[in-house]
């Protein structure tokens, strides 16, 4: 069954480092999106992404984070300069149709970012 | 404000047994609702999605209810595993008008029901 992956599981950094999370969607999958989720809180979206540009953004989602597709397969979270509120799980997401109304969201086993 | 209200936050239950999470909502309009499995450290999977003309979705075990008029949804699972010991988020989808004046898309995220069956 055709999923999302995400690398790295898991990335230690030290606060101001940058950090790169790498993303496959599924292959025939249009829409792309990164969330988070901040221990023992609910996910929050941070972007969209459809046809090589951001289609939305929340207001998480600030100058220190940068999304691209670089390659046609990958999907990528840059986050510039890391700050210890950063720590969190981050989820890619990837969807055929443009959730909502109806598109089935599939999510990535995430990739736990740790700053100290 | 668009927000999803879930309860209870946590749930101990033993194994062969049922329960029903809940789910209330006050995002509008409303488009559709979303029940997910998460297991700890792992990602959200998809267990049902309704619109507001359904009333009941099943998936194995996992049945969805829901009510449009007040705005609120039920997961039941039947016959408890030990491996249902997970959290279960509710997602709603809604319209909210973007800064541009324009509507866009979201999904509004509860904070989860966390499920612990025992043996």
């Known amino acids: 069954e055709p999923e999302v992956t995400q690398t790295p599981s898991h990335q230690v950094t030290q606060m101001g480092q940058e950090v790169i999370l790498r993303c496959v969607p599924i292959?025939?999958?249009?829409?792309f999106y990164w969330y988070r989720q901040i221990l023992g809180q609910k996910v929050e979206f941070l972007v969209s992404f459809y046809n090589n540009e951001i289609s939305e953004k929340s207001e998480i989602f600030d100058d220190q984070f940068s999304v691209e597709r670089p390659d046609g397969s990958n999907f990528t979270l840059k986050i510039r300069s890391t700050k210890l509120e950063d720590s969190a799980m981050y989820f890619c997401?990837?969807?055929?149709?443009?959730?909502?109304?109806?598109?089935?969201?599939?999510f990535g086993e995430g990739s736990r970012l740790t700053v100290l | 404000k668009n927000q999803v209200e879930q309860s209870p936050q946590s749930l101990i239950i033993l194994e062969g047994k049922n329960c029903t999470l809940q789910c209330n909502y006050t995002v509008s309009p409303f488009s559709n609702l979303r029940w997910y499995k998460q297991d700890t450290g792992r990602g959200p999977v998809s267990l049902t999605i309704m619109t507001f003309s359904e009333n009941t979705k099943s998936n194995g075990r996992y049945t969805a209810t829901l009510d449009a008029d007040t705005k609120q949804s039920s997961l039941h699972i039947t016959a408890s595993q030990l491996s249902d010991s997970a959290s279960y988020i509710c997602v709603v989808s809604g319209w909210d008008t973007n800064k541009y004046g324009g509507s866009q898309g979201n999904l509004i995220f509860g904070k989860g029901t966390k499920l612990s069956v025992k043996p």
């Open positions: 292959s025939n999958h249009l829409y």
């Open positions: 997401a990837s969807s055929e149709l443009r959730p909502p109304p109806t598109g089935e969201l599939f």
